[in-house]
């Protein structure tokens, strides 16, 4: 960022950027594919994956997690 280097698509892949590539146009098509993918999960388990890095990082002194919420 503070160089202003522009990458292109490919390029910000393969630096762990994005974790999908579409043809020109293709991009609402495919987050629609993900969002009913991701919507057909269990709420549990959507909620343990977005609350990951918080899982991680909390002590077993601090309580359950869900009691937090």
Same mark, same amino acid.
Request: aromatic content about 4%.
């Given at each position: ?8 698509? @490919?390029?910000g892949?393969?630096a ?8 020109e146009g ?10 009913e993918?991701? @919507? ?15 899982? @991680?990082?909390?002590?077993? @002194?601090g ?6 919420r």
């Open positions: 960022m503070l160089t202003g280097r522009a990458l292109d698509a @490919a390029e892949q393969a762990g950027l994005s974790q999908y590539q579409t043809e293709g991009a609402r098509a495919r987050a629609l594919e993900l969002a993918r991701s @919507a057909g999960n269990a709420p549990l388990t959507n909620f343990a994956v977005l609350q990951a890095p918080r899982i @991680a990082g909390a002590s077993p @002194a309580g359950p997690l869900l009691a937090q």
